[in-house]
Protein backbone atom coordinates (compact mmCIF):
# COMPACT_ATOMS: atom_id res chain seq x y z
CA UNK A 1 0.00 0.00 0.00
CA UNK A 2 1.20 3.45 -0.75
CA UNK A 3 0.65 6.19 2.33
CA UNK A 4 -0.50 9.56 1.30
CA UNK A 5 2.00 11.11 4.00
CA UNK A 6 5.77 11.41 3.47
CA UNK A 7 7.53 9.28 6.67
CA UNK A 8 9.51 12.65 6.72
CA UNK A 9 6.89 14.61 7.75
CA UNK A 10 5.96 13.05 11.06
CA UNK A 11 9.63 11.65 11.84
CA UNK A 12 12.23 14.32 13.74
CA UNK A 13 15.74 13.76 12.68
CA UNK A 14 16.67 12.46 16.02
CA UNK A 15 13.63 10.42 16.52
CA UNK A 16 16.12 6.42 15.92
CA UNK A 17 17.64 7.77 19.28
CA UNK A 18 14.56 6.58 21.42
CA UNK A 19 15.61 3.41 20.37
CA UNK A 20 18.09 2.27 23.07
CA UNK A 21 20.16 -0.87 20.69
CA UNK A 22 20.39 2.11 18.15
CA UNK A 23 21.94 4.40 20.56
CA UNK A 24 24.18 1.56 21.59
CA UNK A 25 25.44 0.39 18.71
CA UNK A 26 25.85 3.95 16.64
CA UNK A 27 27.89 5.38 20.06
CA UNK A 28 29.74 2.04 19.22
CA UNK A 29 30.41 2.49 15.89
CA UNK A 30 31.38 5.61 16.40
CA UNK A 31 34.22 4.86 18.20
CA UNK A 32 34.78 2.43 15.78
CA UNK A 33 34.82 4.64 12.85
CA UNK A 34 37.28 7.41 14.74
CA UNK A 35 39.67 4.22 14.66
CA UNK A 36 39.62 3.86 11.15
CA UNK A 37 39.61 7.60 10.31
CA UNK A 38 42.37 7.47 11.90
CA UNK A 39 44.28 4.41 10.81
CA UNK A 40 43.45 5.94 7.15
CA UNK A 41 45.37 8.86 7.53
CA UNK A 42 48.53 7.13 9.06
CA UNK A 43 47.83 4.67 5.51
CA UNK A 44 47.29 7.43 3.51
CA UNK A 45 50.29 9.40 4.34
CA UNK A 46 52.86 6.41 5.10
CA UNK A 47 51.88 5.92 1.47
CA UNK A 48 53.16 9.22 0.36
CA UNK A 49 56.91 8.58 2.51
CA UNK A 50 57.68 4.96 0.83
CA UNK A 51 55.16 5.23 -2.43
CA UNK A 52 57.44 5.72 -5.74
CA UNK A 53 54.82 7.28 -7.69
CA UNK A 54 51.37 9.20 -7.46
CA UNK A 55 49.78 5.98 -8.84
CA UNK A 56 50.47 4.59 -5.34
CA UNK A 57 48.98 6.59 -3.36
CA UNK A 58 45.97 6.71 -5.17
CA UNK A 59 45.69 3.26 -4.64
CA UNK A 60 45.29 3.34 -0.90
CA UNK A 61 42.27 4.61 -1.85
CA UNK A 62 41.18 2.31 -4.25
CA UNK A 63 42.47 -0.73 -1.90
CA UNK A 64 39.79 0.46 0.56
CA UNK A 65 36.90 0.37 -1.97
CA UNK A 66 37.94 -2.67 -4.15
CA UNK A 67 36.71 -5.23 -1.13
CA UNK A 68 33.19 -4.05 -1.42
CA UNK A 69 32.87 -4.01 -4.89
CA UNK A 70 34.81 -7.64 -4.83
CA UNK A 71 32.41 -8.67 -2.01
CA UNK A 72 29.87 -7.35 -1.32
CA UNK A 73 26.79 -9.43 -3.10
CA UNK A 74 28.59 -12.53 -0.96
CA UNK A 75 28.19 -10.71 1.79
CA UNK A 76 24.78 -9.42 1.22
CA UNK A 77 23.73 -12.92 0.64
CA UNK A 78 25.29 -13.55 4.05
CA UNK A 79 23.40 -10.56 5.40
CA UNK A 80 20.20 -12.08 4.59
CA UNK A 81 20.38 -15.61 5.00
CA UNK A 82 22.45 -16.34 8.33
CA UNK A 83 22.29 -13.71 11.89
CA UNK A 84 22.78 -10.43 11.09
CA UNK A 85 23.95 -9.83 14.45
CA UNK A 86 26.72 -12.65 14.85
CA UNK A 87 27.64 -11.87 11.15
CA UNK A 88 28.93 -8.15 12.12
CA UNK A 89 30.71 -9.75 15.27
CA UNK A 90 32.87 -12.24 12.85
CA UNK A 91 33.49 -8.84 10.98
CA UNK A 92 34.55 -6.81 13.72
CA UNK A 93 36.56 -9.52 15.41
CA UNK A 94 38.71 -10.24 11.77
CA UNK A 95 39.02 -6.58 11.65
CA UNK A 96 40.54 -6.21 14.67
CA UNK A 97 43.19 -8.87 14.23
CA UNK A 98 44.25 -7.87 10.74
CA UNK A 99 44.75 -4.13 12.58
CA UNK A 100 46.88 -6.06 15.41
CA UNK A 101 48.91 -7.51 12.67
CA UNK A 102 49.11 -4.17 10.43
CA UNK A 103 50.64 -2.31 13.58
CA UNK A 104 53.46 -5.34 14.77
CA UNK A 105 54.30 -5.29 10.54
CA UNK A 106 55.14 -0.92 11.13
CA UNK A 107 56.17 -0.95 14.38
CA UNK A 108 58.54 -3.88 13.16
CA UNK A 109 59.86 -2.19 10.08
CA UNK A 110 58.25 -4.07 7.64
CA UNK A 111 55.87 -2.16 5.23
CA UNK A 112 56.31 -2.27 1.72
CA UNK A 113 53.79 -0.15 -0.78
CA UNK A 114 52.46 -3.44 -1.73
CA UNK A 115 52.14 -4.93 2.21
CA UNK A 116 50.71 -1.52 3.16
CA UNK A 117 48.36 -1.82 0.23
CA UNK A 118 47.26 -5.63 1.14
CA UNK A 119 46.36 -4.79 5.12
CA UNK A 120 44.43 -2.05 3.82
CA UNK A 121 42.47 -4.50 1.19
CA UNK A 122 41.97 -7.05 3.84
CA UNK A 123 40.56 -4.26 6.77
CA UNK A 124 38.08 -3.13 4.21
CA UNK A 125 37.05 -6.69 3.05
CA UNK A 126 35.99 -7.11 7.18
CA UNK A 127 33.97 -3.70 5.85
CA UNK A 128 32.64 -5.30 3.68
CA UNK A 129 31.47 -8.19 5.19
CA UNK A 130 30.04 -6.57 7.89
CA UNK A 131 28.45 -3.38 5.97
CA UNK A 132 25.48 -5.38 4.25
CA UNK A 133 24.77 -6.47 7.84
CA UNK A 134 24.92 -3.47 9.68
CA UNK A 135 22.86 -1.20 6.96
CA UNK A 136 20.16 -4.09 6.76
CA UNK A 137 19.57 -4.02 10.74
CA UNK A 138 18.58 -0.93 10.60
CA UNK A 139 15.22 -1.90 10.14
CA UNK A 140 15.79 -4.40 12.62
CA UNK A 141 16.30 -2.20 15.05
CA UNK A 142 13.91 0.89 14.07
CA UNK A 143 10.61 0.60 13.05
CA UNK A 144 10.33 1.36 8.94
CA UNK A 145 9.12 4.95 8.42
CA UNK A 146 12.45 6.02 10.86
CA UNK A 147 14.86 4.19 8.86
CA UNK A 148 15.79 7.49 6.60
CA UNK A 149 16.44 9.47 9.72
CA UNK A 150 18.67 6.29 11.19
CA UNK A 151 20.52 6.03 7.83
CA UNK A 152 21.20 10.64 8.02
CA UNK A 153 22.31 9.96 11.79
CA UNK A 154 24.41 6.95 10.92
CA UNK A 155 26.04 9.21 7.98
CA UNK A 156 26.00 11.90 10.67
CA UNK A 157 28.25 9.23 13.23
CA UNK A 158 30.20 8.25 10.59
CA UNK A 159 31.18 12.13 9.35
CA UNK A 160 31.73 13.27 12.98
CA UNK A 161 34.24 11.35 13.24
CA UNK A 162 35.17 12.26 9.98
CA UNK A 163 35.41 16.11 10.96
CA UNK A 164 37.65 15.60 14.01
CA UNK A 165 39.11 12.29 13.43
CA UNK A 166 41.77 12.94 10.36
CA UNK A 167 43.20 16.13 12.31
CA UNK A 168 43.89 14.38 14.87
CA UNK A 169 44.64 11.54 13.01
CA UNK A 170 47.36 13.73 11.52
CA UNK A 171 48.58 14.67 15.16
CA UNK A 172 49.47 11.32 15.68
CA UNK A 173 50.98 10.46 12.92
CA UNK A 174 53.40 13.72 12.88
CA UNK A 175 53.96 12.97 16.90
CA UNK A 176 54.43 8.94 16.66
CA UNK A 177 54.49 7.86 13.67
CA UNK A 178 51.87 5.60 11.52
CA UNK A 179 52.25 2.64 13.80
CA UNK A 180 50.73 4.40 16.62
CA UNK A 181 47.57 5.47 14.35
CA UNK A 182 47.49 1.88 13.75
CA UNK A 183 47.09 0.63 16.83
CA UNK A 184 44.92 3.50 18.18
CA UNK A 185 42.16 1.62 15.31
CA UNK A 186 42.95 -1.94 17.18
CA UNK A 187 41.58 -0.70 19.98
CA UNK A 188 38.42 1.43 18.09
CA UNK A 189 36.91 -2.32 17.80
CA UNK A 190 36.72 -3.97 21.31
CA UNK A 191 33.69 -1.40 22.15
CA UNK A 192 31.38 -2.24 19.27
CA UNK A 193 32.31 -6.18 20.24
CA UNK A 194 31.12 -5.71 23.55
CA UNK A 195 27.79 -4.47 22.63
CA UNK A 196 26.91 -6.83 19.61
CA UNK A 197 27.97 -9.39 21.74
CA UNK A 198 25.34 -8.23 24.77
CA UNK A 199 22.94 -7.59 21.81
CA UNK A 200 19.93 -9.81 21.56
CA UNK A 201 17.29 -8.81 19.24
CA UNK A 202 14.22 -10.79 18.96
CA UNK A 203 13.52 -11.41 15.02
CA UNK A 204 11.44 -13.45 13.56
CA UNK A 205 12.44 -17.57 13.04
CA UNK A 206 12.07 -18.71 9.15
CA UNK A 207 9.91 -21.60 8.96
CA UNK A 208 12.07 -22.62 5.83
CA UNK A 209 15.05 -24.01 5.11
CA UNK A 210 18.00 -21.46 4.67
CA UNK A 211 19.14 -20.78 0.71
CA UNK A 212 22.47 -22.15 -0.61
CA UNK A 213 24.56 -19.01 -1.07
CA UNK A 214 24.81 -19.49 -4.71
CA UNK A 215 20.76 -19.22 -5.05
CA UNK A 216 20.50 -16.40 -2.45
CA UNK A 217 23.22 -14.74 -4.60
CA UNK A 218 21.31 -15.08 -7.71
CA UNK A 219 17.20 -14.19 -6.07
CA UNK A 220 19.09 -10.69 -5.03
CA UNK A 221 20.35 -10.46 -8.18
CA UNK A 222 17.28 -11.09 -10.05
CA UNK A 223 15.69 -8.85 -7.82
CA UNK A 224 17.51 -5.95 -8.87
CA UNK A 225 17.18 -7.03 -12.39
CA UNK A 226 13.96 -6.48 -12.39
CA UNK A 227 13.37 -3.56 -9.95
CA UNK A 228 13.46 -0.68 -12.54
CA UNK A 229 14.03 1.79 -10.09
CA UNK A 230 16.79 0.48 -8.41
CA UNK A 231 18.72 0.25 -11.36
CA UNK A 232 18.54 4.05 -11.80
CA UNK A 233 19.96 4.47 -8.02
CA UNK A 234 22.72 1.65 -9.37
CA UNK A 235 23.62 4.09 -12.11
CA UNK A 236 23.60 7.43 -10.39
CA UNK A 237 25.48 5.82 -7.17
CA UNK A 238 28.54 4.64 -9.61
CA UNK A 239 28.68 7.78 -11.50
CA UNK A 240 28.57 9.55 -8.22
CA UNK A 241 31.43 7.65 -7.08
CA UNK A 242 33.30 7.42 -10.66
CA UNK A 243 33.89 11.00 -9.94
CA UNK A 244 33.62 12.46 -6.65
CA UNK A 245 36.52 9.57 -5.37
CA UNK A 246 39.18 11.28 -7.33
CA UNK A 247 39.14 14.12 -4.63
CA UNK A 248 39.48 11.54 -1.75
CA UNK A 249 41.94 9.61 -3.37
CA UNK A 250 44.18 12.71 -4.80
CA UNK A 251 43.44 14.31 -1.66
CA UNK A 252 47.23 13.32 -0.03
CA UNK A 253 49.07 14.54 -3.18
CA UNK A 254 46.89 18.11 -2.75
CA UNK A 255 47.90 18.65 0.88
CA UNK A 256 51.74 17.47 0.36
CA UNK A 257 52.00 18.97 -3.42
CA UNK A 258 49.36 21.75 -4.11
CA UNK A 259 48.90 23.64 -0.48
CA UNK A 260 52.50 22.40 0.76
CA UNK A 261 50.88 21.28 3.65
CA UNK A 262 52.18 17.75 5.44
CA UNK A 263 50.14 15.01 7.56
CA UNK A 264 48.56 17.60 9.89
CA UNK A 265 47.12 19.87 7.24
CA UNK A 266 45.82 16.64 5.61
CA UNK A 267 44.00 15.62 8.81
CA UNK A 268 42.34 19.30 9.17
CA UNK A 269 41.30 18.77 5.50
CA UNK A 270 39.62 15.73 5.66
CA UNK A 271 38.00 17.41 9.03
CA UNK A 272 36.67 20.41 7.15
CA UNK A 273 35.15 17.55 4.56
CA UNK A 274 33.81 15.60 7.46
CA UNK A 275 32.42 18.39 9.07
CA UNK A 276 30.86 19.38 6.08
CA UNK A 277 29.39 15.80 5.95
CA UNK A 278 27.97 16.36 9.06
CA UNK A 279 25.96 19.15 7.99
CA UNK A 280 24.45 17.39 4.77
CA UNK A 281 23.44 14.62 7.42
CA UNK A 282 21.56 16.94 9.67
CA UNK A 283 19.83 18.96 6.57
CA UNK A 284 18.73 15.66 4.61
CA UNK A 285 15.95 14.67 6.03
CA UNK A 286 14.48 18.25 5.46
CA UNK A 287 15.57 18.54 1.79
CA UNK A 288 13.70 15.24 1.02
CA UNK A 289 10.68 17.39 1.92
CA UNK A 290 11.56 20.06 0.02
CA UNK A 291 13.22 18.58 -3.20
CA UNK A 292 12.66 16.11 -5.47
CA UNK A 293 14.78 12.97 -5.04
CA UNK A 294 15.98 14.42 -9.08
CA UNK A 295 16.45 17.96 -7.51
CA UNK A 296 18.24 16.66 -4.44
CA UNK A 297 20.77 14.55 -6.18
CA UNK A 298 21.99 17.19 -9.37
CA UNK A 299 22.57 19.55 -6.22
CA UNK A 300 24.81 17.28 -5.21
CA UNK A 301 26.54 16.60 -7.99
CA UNK A 302 26.93 20.03 -8.88
CA UNK A 303 28.35 20.66 -5.27
CA UNK A 304 30.82 18.45 -5.98
CA UNK A 305 31.80 19.22 -9.22
CA UNK A 306 32.85 22.65 -7.61
CA UNK A 307 34.67 21.21 -4.54
CA UNK A 308 37.12 19.33 -7.16
CA UNK A 309 37.55 21.67 -9.22
CA UNK A 310 38.29 24.32 -6.41
CA UNK A 311 40.66 21.60 -4.91
CA UNK A 312 42.05 21.98 -7.88
CA UNK A 313 43.09 25.56 -8.25
CA UNK A 314 43.52 26.70 -4.73
CA UNK A 315 47.04 26.79 -3.29
CA UNK A 316 45.83 27.85 0.21
CA UNK A 317 44.88 25.12 2.56
CA UNK A 318 41.93 27.11 4.05
CA UNK A 319 40.12 27.65 0.61
CA UNK A 320 40.80 23.99 -0.04
CA UNK A 321 39.59 23.15 3.40
CA UNK A 322 36.34 25.56 2.41
CA UNK A 323 35.94 23.37 -0.78
CA UNK A 324 36.03 20.48 1.09
CA UNK A 325 33.29 21.60 3.62
CA UNK A 326 30.69 21.84 0.75
CA UNK A 327 31.85 18.79 -0.72
CA UNK A 328 31.46 16.54 2.07
CA UNK A 329 27.93 17.96 2.30
CA UNK A 330 27.38 17.09 -1.11
CA UNK A 331 28.99 13.44 -0.46
CA UNK A 332 26.57 12.58 2.60
CA UNK A 333 23.10 13.85 0.32
CA UNK A 334 23.91 11.77 -2.28
CA UNK A 335 25.22 8.84 -0.50
CA UNK A 336 22.47 8.75 2.06
CA UNK A 337 19.67 9.63 -0.27
CA UNK A 338 20.53 7.03 -2.67
CA UNK A 339 20.83 4.56 -0.06
CA UNK A 340 17.37 5.17 1.89
CA UNK A 341 15.43 5.24 -1.56
CA UNK A 342 17.42 1.47 -2.08
CA UNK A 343 15.98 0.37 1.67
CA UNK A 344 12.45 1.80 1.63
CA UNK A 345 12.21 0.26 -2.01
CA UNK A 346 13.37 -2.98 -0.81
CA UNK A 347 11.51 -5.76 1.45
CA UNK A 348 13.23 -7.01 4.16
CA UNK A 349 14.12 -10.66 2.90
CA UNK A 350 16.03 -9.38 0.20
CA UNK A 351 17.17 -5.91 1.39
CA UNK A 352 20.93 -6.94 2.32
CA UNK A 353 21.73 -7.97 -1.14
CA UNK A 354 20.00 -5.32 -2.72
CA UNK A 355 22.24 -3.02 -0.38
CA UNK A 356 25.05 -5.15 -1.41
CA UNK A 357 24.76 -4.76 -5.03
CA UNK A 358 24.24 -0.62 -5.06
CA UNK A 359 27.27 -0.64 -2.73
CA UNK A 360 29.15 -2.56 -5.40
CA UNK A 361 28.27 -0.12 -7.97
CA UNK A 362 28.90 2.84 -6.00
CA UNK A 363 32.42 1.87 -4.35
CA UNK A 364 33.04 -0.18 -7.48
CA UNK A 365 32.70 3.40 -9.07
CA UNK A 366 34.76 4.83 -5.96
CA UNK A 367 37.83 2.14 -7.11
CA UNK A 368 37.27 2.38 -10.64
CA UNK A 369 37.92 6.27 -10.40
CA UNK A 370 40.39 6.45 -7.84
CA UNK A 371 42.56 4.34 -10.38
CA UNK A 372 42.12 6.42 -13.18
CA UNK A 373 42.32 9.74 -12.01
CA UNK A 374 45.68 8.23 -9.78
CA UNK A 375 47.06 7.35 -13.54
CA UNK A 376 45.75 10.65 -14.79
CA UNK A 377 47.99 12.56 -12.02
CA UNK A 378 50.80 10.36 -12.17
CA UNK A 379 51.15 11.25 -15.62
CA UNK A 380 49.73 15.03 -15.58
CA UNK A 381 49.40 16.23 -12.29
CA UNK A 382 46.64 15.93 -9.42
CA UNK A 383 45.39 20.07 -10.58
CA UNK A 384 44.45 18.14 -14.14
CA UNK A 385 43.13 15.39 -12.73
CA UNK A 386 40.36 17.07 -10.64
CA UNK A 387 39.58 19.36 -13.08
CA UNK A 388 38.57 16.39 -15.87
CA UNK A 389 36.75 15.10 -12.34
CA UNK A 390 34.79 17.71 -11.73
CA UNK A 391 34.00 17.72 -15.39
CA UNK A 392 32.75 14.09 -15.34
CA UNK A 393 31.05 14.96 -12.30
CA UNK A 394 28.64 17.64 -14.19
CA UNK A 395 28.23 14.55 -16.67
CA UNK A 396 26.84 12.24 -13.76
CA UNK A 397 24.58 15.13 -12.62
CA UNK A 398 23.38 15.44 -16.35
CA UNK A 399 22.52 11.35 -17.02
CA UNK A 400 19.36 12.08 -14.68
CA UNK A 401 18.01 13.81 -17.79
CA UNK A 402 17.64 10.57 -19.67
CA UNK A 403 17.64 8.05 -16.05
CA UNK A 404 15.89 10.95 -13.22
CA UNK A 405 15.17 8.92 -9.99
CA UNK A 406 11.89 8.14 -9.03
CA UNK A 407 10.22 10.71 -6.14
CA UNK A 408 10.22 8.37 -3.00
CA UNK A 409 7.08 6.60 -1.92
CA UNK A 410 6.07 5.06 1.15
CA UNK A 411 5.49 1.51 0.71
CA UNK A 412 4.48 -1.17 2.74
CA UNK A 413 6.84 -3.58 2.12
CA UNK A 414 5.99 -5.93 5.37
CA UNK A 415 4.99 -9.21 3.83
CA UNK A 416 1.31 -10.34 3.59
CA UNK A 417 1.46 -13.96 5.67
CA UNK A 418 -1.84 -14.81 3.63
CA UNK A 419 -0.25 -18.22 1.83
CA UNK A 420 -0.74 -21.23 4.00
CA UNK A 421 0.69 -23.95 2.31
CA UNK A 422 -1.91 -26.44 0.84
CA UNK A 423 -2.98 -29.74 1.86
CA UNK A 424 -1.39 -31.87 -1.11
CA UNK A 425 -2.65 -35.17 -2.24
CA UNK A 426 0.84 -36.19 -3.23
CA UNK A 427 3.58 -36.44 -0.68
CA UNK A 428 6.03 -34.06 -2.13
CA UNK A 429 9.01 -33.37 -0.64
CA UNK A 430 10.52 -29.84 -0.17
CA UNK A 431 12.94 -30.58 -3.73
CA UNK A 432 9.77 -32.09 -5.54
CA UNK A 433 9.48 -30.65 -8.82
CA UNK A 434 9.69 -28.80 -11.10
CA UNK A 435 5.93 -27.13 -9.75
CA UNK A 436 3.61 -25.59 -12.68
CA UNK A 437 0.75 -23.42 -11.67
CA UNK A 438 -1.90 -22.37 -13.59
CA UNK A 439 -3.98 -19.18 -13.20
CA UNK A 440 -7.45 -18.81 -14.57
CA UNK A 441 -9.17 -15.74 -14.80
CA UNK A 442 -12.41 -14.96 -16.75
CA UNK A 443 -12.52 -11.34 -18.37
CA UNK A 444 -14.91 -9.31 -20.08
CA UNK A 445 -13.81 -7.32 -23.30
CA UNK A 446 -14.36 -3.88 -22.51
CA UNK A 447 -11.40 -4.66 -19.32
CA UNK A 448 -9.04 -6.44 -21.33
CA UNK A 449 -6.71 -3.32 -21.74
CA UNK A 450 -6.74 -2.79 -18.10
CA UNK A 451 -6.14 -6.90 -17.35
CA UNK A 452 -2.62 -6.81 -19.95
CA UNK A 453 -1.68 -3.90 -18.41
CA UNK A 454 -2.43 -5.00 -15.08
CA UNK A 455 -1.08 -8.59 -15.74
CA UNK A 456 2.60 -6.64 -17.19
CA UNK A 457 3.30 -5.68 -13.24
CA UNK A 458 1.93 -8.73 -12.52
CA UNK A 459 4.25 -10.87 -14.69
CA UNK A 460 7.14 -8.22 -13.37
CA UNK A 461 6.54 -9.09 -9.87
CA UNK A 462 6.53 -12.69 -10.40
CA UNK A 463 9.75 -13.08 -12.06
CA UNK A 464 11.47 -11.00 -9.28
CA UNK A 465 10.52 -13.11 -6.63
CA UNK A 466 11.44 -16.30 -8.09
CA UNK A 467 8.85 -17.44 -10.96
CA UNK A 468 10.14 -18.77 -14.29
CA UNK A 469 8.56 -18.94 -17.50
CA UNK A 470 6.13 -16.63 -16.98
CA UNK A 471 3.31 -16.59 -19.56
CA UNK A 472 0.14 -15.59 -20.48
CA UNK A 473 -2.17 -16.91 -22.59
CA UNK A 474 -5.75 -16.37 -24.22
CA UNK A 475 -8.08 -19.24 -25.03
CA UNK A 476 -9.03 -19.26 -28.65
CA UNK A 477 -12.28 -21.12 -28.60
CA UNK A 478 -13.47 -19.16 -25.43
CA UNK A 479 -11.83 -15.93 -25.28
CA UNK A 480 -12.75 -14.54 -22.21
CA UNK A 481 -10.51 -17.26 -20.30
CA UNK A 482 -7.10 -16.30 -19.63
CA UNK A 483 -4.30 -18.57 -18.06
CA UNK A 484 -1.55 -17.07 -16.15
CA UNK A 485 1.08 -19.50 -15.98
CA UNK A 486 4.99 -19.70 -14.33
CA UNK A 487 7.08 -22.99 -13.24
CA UNK A 488 9.24 -23.02 -10.01
CA UNK A 489 12.56 -25.41 -9.33
CA UNK A 490 11.10 -27.17 -6.62
CA UNK A 491 7.52 -27.06 -4.11
CA UNK A 492 10.03 -25.28 -1.58
CA UNK A 493 10.48 -22.71 -4.26
CA UNK A 494 7.32 -22.64 -4.46
CA UNK A 495 6.30 -21.73 -1.02
CA UNK A 496 9.47 -19.17 -0.64
CA UNK A 497 8.00 -17.11 -4.06
CA UNK A 498 4.48 -16.92 -2.15
CA UNK A 499 5.52 -16.03 1.28
CA UNK A 500 8.23 -12.67 -0.82
CA UNK A 501 4.26 -11.47 -1.31
CA UNK A 502 4.59 -7.85 0.12
CA UNK A 503 1.45 -5.52 0.76
CA UNK A 504 1.89 -3.45 -1.74
CA UNK A 505 2.52 -6.65 -4.28
CA UNK A 506 -0.79 -7.78 -3.25
CA UNK A 507 -2.70 -4.45 -4.35
CA UNK A 508 -1.62 -6.07 -7.69
CA UNK A 509 -3.38 -9.20 -7.59
CA UNK A 510 -6.62 -7.38 -6.15
CA UNK A 511 -6.88 -5.35 -9.15
CA UNK A 512 -6.66 -8.68 -11.19
CA UNK A 513 -9.43 -10.50 -8.83
CA UNK A 514 -11.67 -7.40 -9.13
CA UNK A 515 -11.36 -8.14 -12.72
CA UNK A 516 -11.98 -11.67 -12.83
CA UNK A 517 -15.60 -11.71 -13.82
CA UNK A 518 -16.31 -15.33 -12.65
CA UNK A 519 -18.78 -16.45 -10.08
CA UNK A 520 -16.21 -18.21 -8.25
CA UNK A 521 -12.58 -16.68 -7.49
CA UNK A 522 -9.74 -17.41 -10.25
CA UNK A 523 -9.12 -20.76 -10.20
CA UNK A 524 -5.78 -22.11 -9.44
CA UNK A 525 -3.75 -25.43 -10.63
CA UNK A 526 -0.16 -26.65 -9.06
CA UNK A 527 1.04 -29.35 -10.60
CA UNK A 528 4.15 -31.09 -10.55
CA UNK A 529 5.71 -32.18 -13.57
CA UNK A 530 6.72 -36.06 -13.99
CA UNK A 531 8.94 -37.21 -16.89
CA UNK A 532 7.55 -40.08 -18.34
CA UNK A 533 9.12 -42.45 -21.90
CA UNK A 534 6.84 -40.10 -24.49
CA UNK A 535 7.82 -36.88 -22.48
CA UNK A 536 6.38 -34.79 -19.54
CA UNK A 537 3.68 -35.05 -17.42
CA UNK A 538 1.62 -32.97 -14.77
CA UNK A 539 0.09 -34.03 -11.67
CA UNK A 540 -1.80 -32.03 -10.46
CA UNK A 541 -2.26 -30.48 -6.26
CA UNK A 542 -5.36 -29.20 -5.27
CA UNK A 543 -5.32 -26.56 -2.94
CA UNK A 544 -6.40 -22.77 -2.21
CA UNK A 545 -6.23 -19.59 -4.53
CA UNK A 546 -3.01 -17.77 -4.74
CA UNK A 547 -2.61 -14.18 -3.60
Same mark, same amino acid.
Given at each position: ??D???E??????L??????I??????A???????G???????????????????????????????I????????????????R????V???F????SV????????G?????????F?F??????????????????????????PA??A???M???L?????????G??? $? =????A %???????V??? &???? #?? *???K?????ST?????????????????A??P??????V?????G?????????L??????V????ALT???????????A??????S????Q?????????C??????A??F? $? =???H? %??????????? &???? #?? *?????????????PR???????S????AT????A?G???????????????A????S?????????G??????Q??????????????PH????????????????????R???????LA??????????????????L?????N????????H????????????R???A?????????????????????????R???????LVM???????
Amino acid at each position: MIDEKPESESVSALAPFRHGIFRAVWAASLVSNFGGLIQGVGAAWMMTTIATSSYQVALVQASTTLPIMLFALVAGAIADSFDRRKVMLVAQTFMLVVSVLLTLFTYAGLMTPWTLLAFTFLIDSGTALNSPSWQASVGDIVPRNKVPAAVALNSMGFNLTRSVGPAIGGIIV $A =AAGAA %AAFAANAVSYI &GLIV #VL *ARWKPDLPVSTLPRESLGAAMGAGLRYVAMSPNIGKVLVRGAAFGFSAGAVLALLPLVARDVVKGDALTYGIMLGAFGIGAVGGALISVRLRQLLSSETMVRCAFAGFAACAFN $A =AVSHH %AWQTSLGLFVG &GACW #VI *ALSHFNVTVQMATPRWVVGRVLSVYQTATFGGIALGSWIWGVVADAHGAETALIAASIAMLAGGAIGLLLPLPQQQVLNLDPLNRFKEPHLALDLKPRSGPIAVMIEYIIRDDDVPEFLATMAERGRIRRRDGARNWTLARDVENPAIWIEHYHTPTWIEYVRHNGRITHADAVIGERLRALHSGGEPPRVRRMIERPTTAGTALVMAKGPIEH
